[in-house]
């Protein structure tokens, strides 16, 4: 099945592990292939990965674009550890991406890293 993306005017796509920009008006695409995407809008960058929550997002996010995603599992669990010690709320959270990367389920693990980055941010906007 394919996967229809409109892409606005300026907006980055990563498809497989090339950043395609939209330099033109607004741009339709039809993406068939089992490869790694990524919108703008879901990317975070290593230096917007300014808070742990983020960091174990930016982690996550790698381990979806690699070939080899297992690279980053150690990384991934160590910063997990740190944040749930810290933050005991989060427990569910890291539960949940926990389980999708186990299964091999990068992109669901990366859903439900966005709701841990929203619950910290909740968190944050409390303390």
Do not use: W
Not at 30 to 36: A, E, K, L, M, N
Not at 83 to 108: C, F, H, M, R, W
């Amino acid at each position: 099945m394919a996967l229809l993306i409109d892409l606005k005017p300026g907006e980055r796509i990563i498809i497989g592990q090339a950043v395609i920009t939209n330099d033109g008006p607004r741009t339709r695409l039809v993406i068939q292939g089992d490869t790694p995407i990524l919108r703008e809008k879901d990317i975070i960058r290593p230096e917007d990965a300014d808070t742990p929550c983020k960091m174990i997002y930016a982690t996550v996010q790698l381990m979806y674009l690699d070939p080899d995603p297992k690279r980053h599992h150690q990384v991934y669990f160590a910063f997990a550890r740190q944040v749930q010690e810290a933050a005991p709320s989060t427990a569910p959270y890291l539960l949940d991406i926990n389980e999708k990367i186990i299964a091999g389920a990068y992109y669901q693990a990366l859903k439900e890293a966005k709701k841990l980055v929203n619950h910290e941010a909740r968190l944050l906007s409390n303390a």
